[in-house]
Nanobody
Framework: QVQLVESGGGLVQAGGSLRLSCTAS???????????MGWYRQAPGKQRELVAD???????YYADSVKGRFAITRDNAKNTLYLQMNSLTPEDTAVYYC?????????????WGQGTQVTVSS
């Protein structure tokens, strides 16, 4: 059974930075088995939204709201996905979730972490 565990959230002032980490554990599982991995966030009263994702080939996608401020990377050797967040604003306040997607025999399998809270004060 694969588990994704996020860490690195917290309280930061506007303009500050945080780096989120997502580590895969369970059985003998490496994140390079995920076809893609991503970071999502959900603010109070809002739907969960995709922030950024990265494919196993290294192709990245960013939501317009975070382009130029956030960077997603994956370190297969450390079995960890990262989200570097710079120039944070109060609008970035949300619970951030890590997701891994694996495609096998034309089916998609999605794995979620439990989330980590990011709060940006003005």
């Amino acid at each position: 059974q694969v588990q994704l565990v996020e860490s690195g959230g917290g309280l930061v002032q506007a303009g500050g930075s945080l780096r989120l980490s997502c580590t895969a554990s369970g059985s003998i599982f490496s994140i390079n088995r995920f076809n893609s991995m991503g970071w999502y966030r959900q603010a109070p009263g809002k739907q969960r939204e995709l922030v950024a994702d990265i494919t196993s080939g290294g192709t990245t996608y960013y939501a317009d709201s975070v382009k130029g401020r956030f960077a997603i990377t994956r370190d297969n050797a450390k079995n960890t996905l990262y989200l570097q967040m710079n120039s944070l604003t109060p609008e970035d306040t949300a619970v951030y979730y890590c997701k891994g997607t694996r495609v096998s025999t034309s089916r998609e399998y999605h794995y979620w972490g439990q989330g980590t809270q990011v709060t940006v004060s003005s």
